[in-house]
């Protein structure tokens, strides 16, 4: 394959998402649940540097525990930048640099952000010229979350996640995100939606779970009004969540309490989203929150997928 002229280094920022609506169905001889879901790509973003090397490596900033993102072949943006190179049958490496913003295993895609990032970045800079439909497909590969990190905006994803349709969405969303000091591992959360479900005499298979996103969510997001929405928001992996982590139910309520529309555990969580009913009610509840000791970040969707800046 013949490669373009290459810059010296690419900067491409990914944002992380919200998943505004989670139906999980049954799960697959893989492993895999069967999805439906809807995802709004949000302003909180990596950014991933991507610079000439021999080898591949990876530098990681913003996090408070460096040991929670690994740096070899475990980490998502390597991986991700080692599929293109083979795919593209490039016989150099890459130096990747993480800024990270979005909170780790925190349920809103961070890890799938950097992959996303990586191969757009990489792309660019070893002048491979990919599609942005190649592009998405190595990317389902990488991870269920990948193709909708490049994608951007609002999506309706299907089968685990991963095939996506553009939703129709108006104006601007605000949301608060309230992260927690600790993770939750995502395949733990799946196993706890399992073992609640069996409890309850549904096989882990065979859930009673309509894969359908229903009409409302798809109704609120295209009027642009954040009450409509307020009111058809739901994850199913909530309850696993809240098992996990009984104080984010707190969060919500307080979030309520203070102003928000409605509250919600991102994807697998912990991370909680407060649908807000404007910026400046935003700006409010989070000054309440504040005052409760609670921290959180003010965000708006829908935001472009992986873009290369500058
Ligand atoms: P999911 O997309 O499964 O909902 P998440 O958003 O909850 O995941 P991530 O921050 O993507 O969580 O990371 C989950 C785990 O993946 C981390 O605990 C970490 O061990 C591993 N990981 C791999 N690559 C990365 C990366 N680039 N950034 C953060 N974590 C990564």
Redesign the pocket.
């Given at each position: 394959m013949t490669f373009a002229t290459p810059s010296d280094a690419v900067h491409v920022r990914a944002p992380?998402k919200i998943n505004v609506y989670l139906g999980v169905g049954g799960r697959h001889d893989d492993g895999y649940h069967a999805l439906a879901t809807v995802f709004q790509a949000v302003s909180l973003y990596?950014d991933v540097i991507a610079r000439h090397a021999d080898d591949f490596s990876?530098t990681?900033s913003g996090?408070d525990d460096p040991d929670?993102?690994?740096l070899d072949d475990?980490?998502?943006?390597?991986?991700a930048a080692k599929l293109l190179a083979t795919a593209a049958e490039y016989d150099g490496g890459v130096a990747l640099e993480?800024r990270?913003s979005?909170?780790?295993?925190?349920?809103?895609?961070?890890?799938?952000?950097?992959?996303a990032a990586a191969l757009v970045a990489c792309d660019a800079l070893w002048g491979t010229g990919f599609s942005t439909a190649r592009l998405h497909e190595l990317g389902a590969r990488l991870?269920?979350?990948v193709p909708f990190a490049l994608h951007g905006g609002t999506a309706v994803g299907t089968g685990r996640g991963d095939q996506l349709n553009p939703a129709l969405a108006r104006g601007r969303f605000d949301w608060l995100l309230v992260p927690s000091d600790d993770?939750?591992?995502?395949p733990l959360v799946y196993a706890r939606l399992d073992a609640l479900r069996e409890a309850e005499g549904a096989l882990a298979d065979e859930p009673a779970v309509s894969l359908d996103v229903p009409v409302p969510v798809l109704q609120a997001l295209r009027s642009g009004d954040p009450v409509l929405l307020s009111e058809s928001i739901y994850n199913d992996l909530q309850e696993a969540a809240l098992y996990e982590r009984p104080e984010l139910e707190t969060t919500i309520l307080r979030g309520i309490h203070a102003g928000a529309l409605q509250g919600i555990v991102s994807?697998?969580?912990p991370t909680v989203a407060l649908l807000c009913p404007s910026p400046e009610g935003a700006q409010q509840v989070q000054s309440m929150l504040r005052e409760q000791g609670i921290h959180s970040l003010h965000v708006h969707g829908p935001v472009q997928g992986a873009r290369i800046i500058g």
């Open positions: 992380g990596e990876i990681v996090v929670s993102v690994p475990r980490n998502l943006a390597m991986r993480i990270k979005v909170p780790v295993a925190g349920g809103m895609g961070g890890g799938s952000a950097d992959a991870g269920a979350d993770g939750l591992s995502t994807g697998s969580g």
